[in-house]
């Protein structure tokens, strides 16, 4: 027979909570009134005493981590605790603990209305893995009620709602995974949102634990424990937040809150980004380079980075970081100063792998630099591409610096712009290897994704010292929770079909739910066949409305995915790259309130409508901003879209056809291979970029999409600006233009107000309403006459 261990509290101090029973010992934080912490230590190292991922609203984290033990970061407000033989219950004015002390069965609640709400609860048999009693590993068992909902895990394949599916936290390089069923891919990210149908109440939880583990959300069944969940970690600690909506919304913005600030990073990031392995491989990979900037110029592709693959550091057929292969690239100093006259910044493909091989190999085992065998004696092996290597150590303080000092000294030095870190996944196998764990050396197991974290770290480090007046601009593919601190990312090597363009769109809306704001995906797929036009080009129309906009490839047919890949075709591209740059200016306003306020980028549609049951069902669209909703085809041959418009108070507008339709419609929309159906909320003030776009003009001029409500309402937008390259944006040097727009059934009454430090680069907004738009207009006091469009001045 399982007997339960009967604990009781032990110490009440710094809003913590201590029960003890026999040699288990429990502690319960007080955070937030909506965030509670729950931590049953197992283990003992001193680097499980730390984290890295849990840095609310911080930039930056010290290498070593923040102490679990700080409570600083957290306002720790007041709380009740109530105590009794068989429970204690803890609460603040949010959120409330039962804790039944026989076997600490955690019972959560809500308040409501001033009602409290049963939310969550540990199963009642076996919830922990008490004395071992379960096996190896952290294991955390609740129940699961049929109505729930569940949404996060990071970037995972499949449906956004991840009922009845298991998962594997495990970072792996899934090059051309199937984007509906691979799992595990690149990132670990051990937190999901629990949403109940009949209590309409969201809330999270994060384990922050960076062991592989496993989440079962309701695949698993066992008729002696009733419906469960579970998670669990292979090593290490049980230490879980619990974060209270009670919307989803509230549940990811705090997420992201805890986990740091989106990185503010350079408005270029923004644009079109260049990019394919087969360039660099290229035995002429110099020449290639140039084609592609003459290309771009010739078919007028405007275009703000090119991403460099690792092909640049080859030693025959191998890749060697921070080797500069003379014999593709004879003159880096001329290849890059060619992208640079042609307003085009350069990113470079860096690896955390030494090949045995690597010139440097050597030295750098000498110095211990690697992960070590498990007896610190000779570098830990692993395959890594077509070779073996050794993965570099981040937790010794000199390979941080190392990897910093190369940075700078052989890419940044000769003008590279910012890195991409690449193939990061610390795919290492054995289990005993070591990490130094900055003087407490520690199996590698129990950190593989801060190692990452660090490596991305190292390199932001280089490049804000190198360029201290430049904000810096990185890409990692793989990353823990908190990434957003330092990188954008993407998806990582997905594969050439149809279905891949509707399940990456899922898998970025869980990065988005789980505080990843800032990404992207492969645009015409990474590998396999070339993408034929109608799939490149609705490809394209999905990732136009994404933060990173990149189009890479390395198709086994040896051809290369650009917007000129078929002729036939050009204008059309040609006008949906320009779209793209035409919403930058949005999307920069989006990508500021991410970095200030915590809000995503792209919510699925039930983010802002919760109240509307339909926008769960699943579907293929999403929100930018909060405003504009994308319903992008992603079926073949289809030329037209069903749509579902979000039950919203005003309703909401067709963009291509400027027509009006009440929320909680359904339509059948035209969607021929030229058009991207999106419809924007009633009320929506939407900044674009206007006048010419093209590839040679770099003029900022500045237009604005006024959707005005058709009855009484008043909108207030401020549209955020700065020089979009420095840093000085910390320094207050940054201005709002106010735009409040207030309707009734005869008058569209618009007034600005412009606040701010930063000198606007342009003197006016070109204004454009919807073309059916007849009533008056007044701006700041006077009548409009002439409407379509007309001009505020700035």
Same mark, same amino acid.
């Given at each position: 027979m399982i007997k339960d261990i009967k604990f009781s509290i032990n110490a009440v101090e710094n809003n913590t909570i201590i029960l003890r029973g026999g040699d288990t010992i429990a502690h319960v934080y007080i955070l937030e009134e909506d965030v509670? #912490?729950?931590?049953?230590?197992?283990?003992?190292?001193?680097?499980?005493? #730390?984290?890295?991922?849990?840095?609310?609203?911080?930039?930056? &984290?010290?290498?070593?981590? #923040?102490?679990?033990?700080?409570?600083?970061?957290?306002?720790?407000?007041?709380?009740?605790?109530?105590?009794?033989?068989?429970?204690?219950?803890?609460?603040?004015?949010?959120?409330?603990?039962?804790?039944?002390?026989?076997?600490?069965?955690?019972?959560?609640?809500?308040? &409501?209305n001033e009602q409290w709400i049963n939310i969550a609860n540990d199963r009642q048999t076996q919830n922990y893995n008490f004395n071992k009693s379960l096996g190896t590993g952290v294991y955390h068992y609740l129940e699961r009620n049929t109505n729930d909902h569940y949404y996060g895990l990071g970037e995972k394949g499949g449906p956004l709602n991840k009922v009845g599916k298991r998962y594997r936290m495990k970072t792996i390089d899934a090059m051309g995974y199937d984007a509906e069923h691979t799992d595990p891919l690149y990132k670990h990210i051990p937190y999901y949102i629990t949403y109940n149908d009949d209590t309409e109440i969201a809330y999270g939880l994060y384990y922050d634990n960076y062991s592989d583990a496993i989440f079962d959300l309701g695949n698993e069944l066992d008729n002696y424990h009733g419906l469960y969940r579970y998670y669990h970690a292979t090593k290490g600690n049980l230490d879980y937040y619990f974060m209270l909506g009670p919307r989803i919304k509230n549940v990811v913005e705090t997420f992201s809150r805890l986990t740091g600030k989106t990185i503010m990073p350079p408005k270029w990031s923004l644009g079109y980004s260049g990019s394919t392995m087969t360039y660099t491989d290229a035995p002429d990979a110099q020449e290639q380079l140039k084609k592609f900037v003459e290309s771009c110029r010739e078919y007028d592709i405007p275009c703000d980075s090119f991403q460099l693959s690792s092909g640049y550091t080859s030693i025959g057929d191998k890749r060697y970081v921070f080797n500069w292969d003379y014999s593709k690239i004879p003159s880096p100093d001329e290849m890059i100063e060619n992208f640079q006259n042609n307003g085009i910044k350069l990113c470079a493909n860096i690896k955390p792998v030494l090949l045995k091989g690597h010139p440097l190999y050597n030295e750098l085992a000498e110095n211990n630099y690697f992960i070590m065998s498990k007896d610190l004696d000779e570098p830990e092996v692993s395959q890594f591409w077509d070779d073996i290597g050794s993965y570099l150590d981040f937790t010794n303080d000199q390979t941080f610096d190392w990897w910093k000092d190369k940075i700078k000294t052989q890419l940044l030095s000769y003008g590279i712009d910012s890195t991409w870190n690449d193939n990061n996944e610390y795919e290492i196998w054995d289990e005993n290897a070591k990490a130094l764990g900055f003087g407490d050396p520690i199996s590698v197991s129990y950190i593989k994704p801060i190692q990452t974290m660090l490596m991305m770290k190292a390199s932001y480090e280089a490049q804000r010292e190198f360029f201290p007046d430049v904000r810096p601009y990185l890409i990692s593919r793989s990353g823990a929770a908190g990434m957003q601190k330092y990188v954008q990312t993407w998806s990582g090597d997905n594969f050439t079909e149809w279905k891949t363009i509707r399940f990456n769109i899922k898998m970025g809306l869980s990065l988005s739910m789980s505080g990843v704001y800032n990404f992207g995906h492969d645009v015409g797929g990474f590998s396999g066949k070339a993408p034929d036009p109608e799939l490149f080009i609705r490809w394209i129309q999905n990732g136009i409305f994404h933060p990173r906009f990149t189009i890479h490839s390395w198709n086994e047919d040896k051809t290369v995915n650009v917007p000129w890949m078929y002729p036939e075709y050009l204008d059309l591209i040609r006008g949906l790259m320009k779209e793209r740059v035409k919403w930058i200016p949005f999307l920069y306003q989006a990508l500021h309130k991410a970095h200030k306020d915590y809000k995503p980028i792209l919510t699925p549609t039930f983010y802002q409508f919760d109240h509307d049951k339909q926008t769960f069902e699943e579907n293929d669209d999403f929100i930018v901003g909060d405003q504009l909703l994308i319903c992008n085809v992603v079926e073949e041959g289809a030329r037209h879209r069903d749509v579902y418009l979000p039950d919203n108070k005003h309703g909401w507008y067709d963009i291509n056809s400027d027509k009006f339709y009440p929320g909680r419609t359904n339509l059948k929309t035209d969607a021929p291979l030229d058009t991207i159906p999106m419809y924007a909320q009633a009320g929506s003030i939407l900044p674009i970029r206007d006048g010419e776009i093209a590839f040679h003009n770099n003029i900022e001029e500045r237009g604005v999409l006024l959707f005005p409500y058709k009855n009484n309402g008043v909108t207030e937008e401020y549209i955020y600006e700065d020089d979009g390259q420095t840093i000085h944006y910390k320094d207050g040097e940054y201005t709002y233009i106010k735009i409040k727009m207030e309707c009734n059934d005869e008058l569209i009454d618009i007034n600005t107000e412009v606040e701010g430090e930063y000198k606007l680069p342009y003197e006016k907004i070109t204004c454009y309403l919807p073309k059916l738009e007849q009533r008056k207009v007044k701006v700041n006091g006077q009548i409009i006459t002439n409407l379509h469009p007309f001009v505020l001045n700035v």
């Open positions: 509670f #912490r729950v931590y049953i230590p197992e283990e003992q190292h001193p680097l499980l005493n #730390r984290t890295w991922t849990i840095t609310p609203e911080a930039e930056d &984290v010290a290498k070593e981590g #923040r102490e679990k033990s700080d409570l600083s970061p957290f306002t720790l407000p007041h709380f009740q605790l109530h105590e009794s033989k068989n429970e204690i219950e803890i609460f603040t004015d949010k959120l409330r603990i039962v804790i039944e002390l026989n076997g600490l069965k955690f019972h959560w609640f809500a308040k &409501v």
